[in-house]
T-cell receptor, first 113, second 114 residues
């Protein structure tokens, strides 16, 4: 069975410090993995996706994620947080050959000045 | 153009009203989706259309009625809703199914049922 676990419901960092948002997945098959960001009362914006071409994926706004099959993880990182990064982040797994996606519960990122 | 446009942005309706939510994309995507999102929760899939045919209905109550008039448009007709149906309704589209076909989301319609 496929599932996604975001290990932290809230993460708080200071501006200019690194960000780490953790995601573990469970999948019988090679998954498609995505990170989305959602600012308050907005839709979801794709940050990056794992395409199986490279394990280190670079996304928009300085975010990147590393696919580690041995750890079944797809953690999101950013070297230096900005105030505008404060938002909800969702890790998403997509079934191969299907339309259904599984969302993690989300991680709220707080950035302190 | 990587936009999915949803109208209206906000909607307040009574429990006896009939209203519709609209979604439009011009990316040539053949799959379109409706999601419902409650506060502080991830989106929940409601319906999927593929090539203008209903492909998935996640056991959604019949007071929600989807419609896909053509490959660019997706509607969600609402009738006799309950206050607990108040939520952010998100539309999304993708090239198709399977791997590497990420979904693009609209900004959502904030629905309040009174």
């Amino acid at each position: 069975a496929q599932s996604v676990t975001q290990l932290d419901s809230h993460v708080s960092v200071s501006e200019g410090t690194p960000v780490l948002l953790r995601c573990n997945y469970s999948s019988s098959y090679s998954p498609s993995l995505f990170w989305y960001v959602q600012h308050p009362n907005k839709g979801l914006q794709l940050l990056l996706k794992y395409t199986s071409a490279a394990t280190l994926v670079k996304g928009i706004n300085g975010f990147e994620a590393e696919f580690k099959k041995s750890e079944t993880s797809f953690h999101l990182t950013k070297p230096s947080a900005h105030m505008s990064d404060a938002a909800e982040y969702f890790c998403v797994v997509r079934y191969t050959g299907g339309f259904k996606t599984i969302f993690g519960a989300g991680t709220r990122l707080f950035v302190k000045a | 153009d990587t936009e999915v446009t949803q109208t209206p942005k906000h909607l307040v309706m009574g429990m006896t009203n009939k209203k519709s939510l609209k979604c439009e994309q011009h990316m040539g995507h053949r799959a379109m989706y409706w999601y419902k999102q409650k506060a502080k929760k991830p989106p929940e899939l409601m319906f999927v259309y593929s090539y203008e045919k209903l492909s998935i209905n996640e056991s959604v109550p019949s007071r929600f009625s989807p419609e896909c008039p053509n490959s660019s448009l997706l509607n969600l007709h609402l009738h006799a809703l309950q206050p607990e149906d108040s939520a952010l309704y998100l539309c999304a589209s993708s090239q198709g199914r399977g791997e590497n076909t990420e979904a693009f989301f609209g900004q959502g319609t904030r629905l309040t049922v009174v």
